[in-house]
Nanobody, 120 residues
Framework: QVQLVESGGGLVQAGGSLRLSCAASGSIFSINGMGWYRQVPGKQRELVAAITGGGSTNYADSVKGRFTISRDNAKNTVYLQMNSLKPEDTAVYYC??????????????WGRGTQVTVSS
């Protein structure tokens, strides 16, 4: 079993910053791609940023230049540094990872989400 646990969400004023963390634990052999998604009520979950095992990154156009995704492979952790936050960034942010478990099977996992609220 593998668990993803997010932390770092909260309430911040527009223009402020937050740093999200997501730690993976459990029966992990290796982790391939990791990413952050967000969802607001009534809308589909959308990709915010993703990072491959080799460190290549991809961002939604709406966050380019403001958000930075990174990972620490030794800690099985992915981060999302969010700067210049806007009210439209308000959402529940979810961590996602493609994990190869100790049985050498690859499965996709989601965290439970962390709320980010940006006030105007």
């Amino acid at each position: 079993q593998v668990q993803l646990v997010e932390s770092g969400g909260g309430l911040v004023q527009a223009g402020g910053s937050l740093r999200l963390s997501c730690a993976a634990s459990g029966s992990i052999f290796s982790i391939n791609g990791m990413g952050w998604y967000r969802q607001v009520p009534g809308k589909q979950r959308e990709l915010v940023a993703a990072i491959t095992g080799g460190g290549s990154t991809n961002y939604a156009d709406s966050v380019k230049g403001r958000f930075t995704i990174s990972r620490d492979n030794a800690k099985n952790t992915v981060y999302l540094q969010m700067n210049s936050l806007k009210p439209e960034d308000t959402a529940v942010y979810y961590c996602n990872a493609d994990v190869v478990n100790t049985a050498r099977a690859m499965m996709n996992y989601w965290g439970r989400g962390t709320q980010v609220t940006v006030s105007s």
